[in-house]
């Protein structure tokens, strides 16, 4: 992929997200400063309700650098010079993300029937679905023609991030349900659908790992915040 990227842009872009990463690992610090003992023997000595706000704001954090990545992959990779990208074609054939996640509650008594068990399982594998493609996405990455920085280094920001939201939820899964690791099964990868047989198709394929990815983050933080309002006021809690 051929494209001209301004040289001034390039650094004040390397700049800038290397200072807004470095703020962000410490605020968050490491695996959200919990220890795992190994065998599911998690020691953690934050309270749920602060564990909960680090992992809402993990959520909030890894869905927002998405949004940005989304945005700097469309802007360098699927402009309007490239004409053979065109909306049509995303749109038709590669806008479509897996159905096998964990859905969104469509009505007010679906989120009141859904238990704290059920978010919390649904998290984690989601969590667990996005390590693989994540890694692939990155591998691909490295394969373009002056990829941006920027991009590559939100995109091994979200793999990071993610890892450490995953040790989150595992400690919250042992503090609120007094279990080891719910095993949610073998999900099936985005990978496994998408097997680009050239350039173009890589690129979109590219796009919609990123955009889909976009919208399973926004349901993880969804989901956490839900599971934080029940903690408080279950009755009044809803997406709707």
């Known amino acids: 992929l051929k494209k001209n990227v301004v040289r001034d842009t390039e650094t004040f872009s390397k ?6 990463l470095w703020c962000l690992h410490g605020m968050l610090g490491s695996a959200m400063d919990c220890k795992n003992g190994g ?8 309270s749920v309700d602060k564990l909960l706000d680090r992992a809402i704001h993990h959520s909030e954090l890894i869905y927002i650098i998405s949004e940005e990545s989304t ?14 990208f065109t909306h049509n074609l995303i749109s038709n054939n590669w806008g479509h993300c897996n159905s096998k996640t964990p859905p969104m509650p469509t009505s007010k008594s679906d989120v009141q029937q859904i238990s704290d068990k059920w ?14 493609p994540l890694k692939e996405l990155q591998s691909s990455l490295d394969r373009y023609d002056n990829a941006p920085s920027a991009l590559l280094n939100k995109t091994k920001w979200i793999s990071t991030k993610l890892m ?6 595992l400690v919250l899964i042992k503090k609120m349900l007094d279990e080891g690791t719910l095993d949610p ?6 990978t496994s659908f998408m097997v680009p047989s050239d350039e173009t198709e890589y690129v979109l394929r590219d796009y919609s790992l990123l955009t889909c990815f976009k919208k399973d983050a926004h349901k993880i933080e969804t989901f956490l915040k839900l599971l934080k309002c029940r903690q408080t006021d279950n009755l009044s809690c809803s997406l709707f």
């Open 15 to 20: 700049c800038w997200t290397g200072l807004f």
């Open 185 to 190: 099964g073998n999900s099936v990868s985005l």
């Open 39 to 46: 065998a599911g023997n998690v020691h953690c000595s934050i």
């Open 119 to 132: 978010l919390l399982q649904s998290v984690l594998i989601l969590i667990r679905f996005w390590m693989d």
């Open 164 to 169: 450490n939201l995953k040790e989150g939820v």
């Open 71 to 84: 945005a700097l992959f469309v802007s360098e990779a699927l402009h309007p010079g490239k004409c053979y």
